[in-house]
């Protein structure tokens, strides 16, 4: 018995070791990776900047299409930080311990999928130093806001998701944290010994620990499915052709779930990489969440046919002539590509010796999210394009400068 306990605690302090030495030592296509990120988010920087010095016309953001790829972007962001926390609270309920290796990465997108969301609401509204004239919040101009409004929904539901989650993955982190303090020196030993609240590893602290760590695990399962529902709303509740659909709320969330899986394949496999952590972040284990990224891809595919059998088989004219628009009209190479990479792509998960073939998972990870990216573009423009007024319709594609912020936001994301 003695001799088990020894050698389970020369397991820790080698997994301990390995961690610690990620901080010091990653390989050289990480720092290249970071130079990438930083390019992304300076087209961002100088497309905001080109909008801001010469006028709002530069995007091409006209009537009847107002959101344009930027929405669609928010939606995607949104969708994306769902998963990781999500998937990481479920599967810590059921015990399912091949979580360990991929959880915190997951729990740390969902923090970073919402912090960049928020950017693109605020870009939108055209003057962000103007931001704080839409907070709620008693003011001499009268300013309050219509609470029946998804908009408003949006705004807390996302707040306080935001907030759940980033609290959710720094108690996972509190027991990491003091040991990276064990093991600093100079000014990261100080900032680690504030991090990590006097963890000493005690069995009540480990007993409490466990406790919060499963009351935040049941809260956030819910909170993460009622914030994307939310999210449908804002589209579900109005009467535009095309969104006005009783199972938005189930086909958003399970298309969140699956771009973050999409994403957690992607980030496994750079992270495997970067980090020499081929002994921990396993083949089965990336086999695993193929698997449930497979199943999801399936759930979404199914609620998407009920959508387009439902509009088809309904009785309105409008939505019917758009749906028949998305399949043959300006969008349809768009449309296509989304059914292809969303539905058809997929089925690549479905064989094990594709599964265990990091290139081409790492590939498809990316389409599968290029899929599910242009699943929020498709929800947004054709509608407001191609609507109820055909002397109104105007297709408008994005500007350079959208696709510089868009660009810019996975770099933000990266970095």
């Known amino acids: 018995m003695q001799t088990k306990d020894i050698n389970e605690q020369i397991k820790w302090a080698q997994i301990n070791n390995d961690v610690l030495r990620s901080l010091e030592n990653p390989r050289m296509a990480y720092w290249v990776a970071v130079a990438i990120c930083v390019a992304m988010i300076a087209c961002a920087v100088i497309g905001v900047g080109y909008v801001y010095t010469t006028g709002q016309g530069t995007l091409d953001l006209y009537w009847p299409d107002m959101w344009g790829t930027w929405i669609g972007t928010f939606i995607f962001w949104i969708g994306m930080s769902h998963s990781g926390t999500l998937l990481s609270a479920i599967l810590h309920i059921v015990h399912a311990d091949w979580r360990k290796p991929i959880y915190r990465f997951a729990e740390a997108m969902t923090t970073f999928s919402l912090m ?22 008693a003011s001499d101009r009268g300013i309050w806001p219509n609470f029946r409004s998804p908009l408003i929904w949006d705004a807390f539901a996302i707040f306080t998701y935001l907030t759940s989650s980033a609290l959710f993955l720094y108690i996972g982190m509190v027991p990491d944290l003091a040991i990276c303090r064990d093991n600093a020196r100079g000014w990261r030993k100080k900032l680690y010994t504030v991090l990590s609240l006097g963890w000493a590893g005690t069995d009540r602290q480990w007993r409490n620990f466990r406790k919060t760590y499963l009351l935040m695990a049941c809260f956030l399962i819910p909170l993460a499915v009622s914030v994307h529902s939310i999210v449908s709303s804002d589209f579900a509740m109005s009467i535009m052709p095309g969104w006005h659909v009783t199972t938005f709320p189930p086909y958003f969330v ?95 998960l479905a064989f094990e010796k594709l599964r265990r073939h990091i290139p081409t998972m790492f590939v498809v990870s990316l389409f599968l999210n290029v899929g599910m990216w242009l699943e929020r ?39």
């Open 116 to 137: 960049t969301a928020g950017l693109f609401p605020i870009i939108h509204l055209g003057r962000m130093w103007n931001l704080y004239w839409v907070i709620p919040y």
């Open 254 to 348: 399970a298309g969140a779930l699956y771009s973050g899986c999409a994403a957690i394949i992607t980030l496994f496999i750079i992270l495997r990489y970067f980090f020499r952590f081929e002994e921990y972040m396993t083949i089965p284990i990336l086999e695993k969440t193929c698997k449930l990224t497979f199943v999801i891809a399936m759930a979404w595919t199914y609620l998407n046919a009920i959508e387009f059998a439902t509009v088809w088989y309904g009785p309105d004219q409008v939505d019917k002539e758009l749906l028949i628009n998305k399949f043959t009209g300006p969008y349809s190479p768009y449309f296509w590509a989304m059914l292809f990479f969303g539905s058809v792509m997929p089925f690549t």
């Open 377 to 415: 573009w498709m929800i947004v423009s054709p509608t407001l394009s191609l609507s109820y007024e055909p002397f109104d319709w105007k297709v408008v594609w994005p500007s350079i400068v959208q696709w510089a912020v868009v660009f810019g936001s996975f770099g933000w994301f990266g970095l």
